[in-house]
């Protein structure tokens, strides 16, 4: 290592396949640090590897309980640590909304109070209620990155807030105030919208056999028409079907549909049209899981829960056998469902803060 020039050194730490490795390989030594908290560094490392995700919040099934963080490894990260207690007024009066990078929003008392918060860092900032608007139907909030450059990504100091209402959008910016933009003319009324999921940092919603697409990085909202996901579609029946969007494993975006017992999954090609991809007869998938009736498929099955590469399932029934489908293989496996169908993934705050002393 004496020997190694310090180009050659950051690429080999440019390599460290993890963000809580990279914090852990600053702790080697006082060159090591250096070289890692250097800004140039951080975008390389930023564009060859993907954000640490610490887990997923979920809110409580039950009032006057906080919304809690369930670790991807619980061995490495301590769930403790993302504790939402020091929020105003204590964490168990606010609800989740939406999150992006290592960022929550929340809302509590009907959503007219909001709050931004980074819970590793304990920080946040309350969100100024919305004034002169008139009285539409309110949507949903979604955050949406600011102005930043690619070592940063969304901070506590760059972030957006959009709020959808029937025909218009309010948009608010870290030191700046809301705005107002219509957008009729994408979609007649969002009142009318039904999402359909989430997925490569967009949110996904239907109007007939239109999608709406919310852009989470530049908050633009944009259309285009879905594909026949079933035979003899009809753009009017939607409770006979049902379809959502999710992200792959490869995280490309997956449209799967759940239709007469049979499970379609469309995968989206290069020039933007959908082609199926994969499909498979649930009946047959989840034969041989404990508890299977042939029973259980002769009536519509709910989608319990959806998730990167996979979906949660549940017949129509009184009687409870959840299943999962991974989208990639097809596979069926038991499922149990603890936590509630919405989740929102937390990533680790980036760049790293490294607090060691740099000089020497």
Known sequence: MDVMHDDVLGLVLERVDSHVSLVRAAAVCRRWRRAIADAAFLRRYRSLNAPAVAGEFHNS?????????????????DARH????????????????????????????KFSEKVVCEPLTRRYSRIPP???????????SYLIDGEADEARGISMTNFRVLCMFDRHVALYSVGSSWSKKNID???????HCCLVGHGGGCSYFVHGRALIILD????????????????NWDSHARNNHDFFITSGQDGKLRIFTVFDGTMKVFARLEGGEWAL??????????????GYKPSFFSEPQYVFRVGTGYVILSPYIA????????????????????????????????????HACLDG
């Open 61 to 77: 099934w039950c009032l006057n309980e906080a919304p809690v963080l369930v670790p991807f490894s619980p061995s490495m990260l």
């Open 82 to 109: 993302f504790s939402l207690d020091f929020l105003p007024g204590g964490a168990a009066s606010w609800t989740v909304s939406d999150s992006r990078g290592s960022l929550l929003l929340l809302h509590r008392a």
């Open 130 to 140: 919305l004034v002169d608007f008139d009285g539409s139907y309110f949507w949903g």
């Open 185 to 191: 003319h994408i979609v007649p009324s969002f009142g």
């Open 216 to 231: 989470g990085s530049t908050g633009d909202i944009s259309s285009s028409e879905l594909p026949p996901l079933v035979e």
């Open 277 to 290: 991809e994969k499909r498979v007869l649930l009946s047959e998938a989840t034969r041989g899981l404990p």
């Open 319 to 354: 009687e409870p056998w959840i299943f999962s489908i991974n989208l990639e293989t097809m596979e069926a496996a038991p499922a149990v469902v603890s936590i509630p169908s919405r989740v929102y993934g937390c990533e680790l705050p980036w760049p790293p803060t490294l």
